[in-house]
């Protein structure tokens, strides 16, 4: 006995023409349609908040090479100088703050200017305040430390967000504020 139909007869489910879709075919169409949707949404558009994010994980990087590269090089300290107007800043030679040292991760002067260069997916970043003793600058001893007795602020805003990071003046380390 063969369960085979015969073959001048086709299978009764072939026999009418299909002219829409079932239903699983749509549902299963509109499923891979909203995970394509997710995946490229994020991508195109960065949040405010998604810039601050890469904005600030960029600065205590930053941060925190000039705090180590202090420790290591005490003849010549690191500083980080700070521009609120252009909304950068540069990692520099204590005998040098004017001139940026060269970044080790492509020999390009070691500037952020959020918005170009290395921070060119960072637009609409600003650095809206700095405190760091009446200066616009921060310094680190050999033990990690700041050249100041007060603790250092920086605030960074990406639209209507902000947070503050500030430097602890025992320890020069970072901690970050919550976002607003």
Known sequence: ???????????????RNRLGLTIIELVVFLLILSVVALIAVPSVDRTSADRLRGAIDMLVSDLEY???ASMSNT???????????????HLALESDPLTPITNPIGNLPYLTSYGNG????LTEVRISEVSMGGD?????GRFGELDQATAATITLASGS?????????TTGEP???TMN
């Open 1 to 15: 006995m063969s369960l085979r139909t015969p073959s001048h007869q086709a299978p009764a489910f072939r026999t």
């Open 66 to 68: 000039a705090r180590v």
């Open 75 to 89: 003849s010549d300290p690191c500083v980080v100088v700070f521009d609120t107007t252009d909304h950068e800043y």
């Open 118 to 121: 290395r921070a060119s997916h």
């Open 136 to 140: 616009s600058r921060i310094g680190f």
């Open 161 to 169: 967000r902000s947070v503050v990071i500030t430097l602890d003046p």
């Open 175 to 177: 901690s970050i504020g």
